[in-house]
């Protein structure tokens, strides 16, 4: 068993969340509809919004401005991402956890927790299930805990890349664990992963205290909040930042993810890799009735106003939403979505069909099949992406500002997608939803205005229909 490093802060680590002044962005004001256009303007030219601005939007409750927050964000996601949509799975670890956090089956207290952390064979029984559906993309989960160390997090990371089936390959490994010390994410970042992801939860301090005893680790609020400061200066510069809505006001914790998102720019020149925005839901041995729950309405607020806040930023749509919720926001400002997804420790060989609430941390809103995700995307016009080239091509952090213009996806982003998911419809896909991924195929690459990066494209999906040719990408 591993040890827990020892909370230690960064050098200059701050506390750049003052409630008091969030609290007064938020206070009720006479909308000025020029004032919220203006701010449209700037995020739709893709400048990233001040706090200020992005309390401008929030306070913009009247249904004919929320219209048009939500069609600038659905304008500035196609100018910025394109039609595609990154697809990845969860894999949980472990749910051995020393917190005791209010909101999670996995709190320390919860006696109907199924207690247990995979083996390395485990793992890859894991890795091999998710392979042999086409999977491509992970994100693994932690609890907090001395058996999950950042010893133990690296050996997952080099087994998930070990595993292959077939075409089968996990091509990048994200992390959501508890923070670490600079040697920890040294450690962690030597195994190669992507994204290091650590949620704050809540910003707002009072309630970040209430839902986080005293005297565990996870109480201690400045050391959270400087988590991904010290990942940064330990060289892991491909972050994650994220909050649990349903703890506080929602309008607030927005305003926290984009003061969060605003700090890492200031101090290290580059802002979070993606931003995510779970929404509480029900968990083993918890009473939501006391968390002010966030609505559908709220929810399709949220995203699209974060979209226009940060607008080179990835917005991870989770499965603990609906199918039919996830398939109305897509075009808000989503960016990747997870697909296939059980979260039950062992789940994605072991679980039936019902969820086991004991063996998971919350419940989960969409199980569906990863074909069937993926071919209601085809059907609505999206590309279902498993490409992984910009990050082994260093595009990536502040350099994906350089390249996030519509002549760049045309040229490269596009056709990346479209190679990995004809990977998928030949070596994965039902025959039907092979046909319609077939279709749409065709229609991206007839509108691909140059003639040798289209006939380039089509060379290279032949090779991948007709060869054993894979991971192929520009």
């Known amino acids: 068993m591993g040890v827990l490093p020892a909370m230690t802060l960064s050098g200059q680590a701050a506390d750049f969340i003052d409630d008091g002044r969030l609290t007064s962005l938020l206070t009720p004001a006479a909308t000025d509809a020029t004032q919220v256009r203006d701010v449209i303007a700037k995020s739709v030219a893709k400048q990233p919004l001040e706090v200020e601005e992005t309390a401008v939007l929030l306070r913009a409750d009247e249904p004919e401005l929320v219209e048009e ?17 990154v697809l ?4 949980y670890i472990g749910n051995d956890c020393v917190n005791d956090c209010a909101y999670c089956g996995f709190r320390s207290t919860n006696p109907e927790a199924i207690r247990r952390t995979l083996g390395q064979a485990e793992l890859r029984s894991q890795i091999e299930a998710l392979e042999n559906v086409g999977h491509k993309r992970l994100i693994l989960v932690f609890g907090e805990h001395p058996r999950t160390d950042a010893e133990f997090i690296a050996e997952s990371v080099r087994t998930a890349y070990a595993t292959r089936v077939g075409h089968g390959e996990i091509r990048r490994v994200n992390i959501n664990a508890a923070p670490q010390d600079d040697e920890g994410y040294r450690v962690v970042k030597a195994a190669g992963i992507g994204t290091y992801q650590v949620f704050q939860e809540t910003y707002h301090h009072e309630t970040y205290a209430r839902c986080h005893p005293r005297g565990t680790r996870k109480a201690d609020y400045a050391w959270r909040l400087d988590a991904l400061s010290r990942a940064m200066e330990a060289g892991c510069d491909d972050v994650g930042i994220g909050a649990l809505f349903g703890l506080y006001d929602w309008r607030f914790d927005v305003l926290g993810l984009v003061s ?3 700090y890492l720019q200031d101090r290290y020149g580059v802002g979070p890799h993606t931003i995510s925005f779970p929404r509480l839901q029900p968990a083993s041995g ?25 607008p080179y930023t ?29 979260i039950e420790l062992g789940g994605y060989t072991e679980a039936g069909d019902a969820q086991q609430m004991d063996r998971e941390q919350f419940a989960l809103g969409d199980i569906r099949p990863l074909d069937v995700v993926i071919r209601e995307l085809l059907e609505d016009g999206y590309i279902a992406s498993f490409c992984t080239a910009c990050y082994r091509l260093g595009r990536t952090g502040e350099h994906f500002m350089e390249f996030a213009i519509p002549g760049f996806i045309q040229r490269f982003c596009t056709p990346n997608a479209l ?3 004809m990977e998928y419809l030949v070596d994965y896909a039902t025959p039907e939803t092979r046909a319609v991924g077939e279709r749409l195929v065709a229609a991206e690459v007839a509108r691909i205005a140059d003639d040798t990066a289209r006939a380039d494209l089509q060379a290279r999906l032949q090779r991948i229909r007709e060869t054993d040719a894979r991971d192929l990408y520009c």
């Open 69 to 85: 927050v939500f069609e600038a964000a659905r304008m500035l996601k196609r100018d910025v991402y394109g039609n595609r949509i």
């Open 314 to 342: 990835g917005l991870i749509l989770t499965a603990r939403e609906s199918g039919q919720l996830r398939r109305e926001v897509m075009d808000f400002g989503v960016s990747q979505i997870d697909a296939g997804s059980r």
């Open 260 to 262: 969060h998102a605003r």
């Open 286 to 310: 918890v009473d939501l009735t006391a968390f002010p729950l966030v609505s559908d309405h709220d929810l399709k607020r949220l995203i699209a106003i974060l979209r226009l806040s940060v």
């Open 88 to 91: 990845f799975a969860p894999l």
């Open 419 to 421: 190679s990995t998911l």
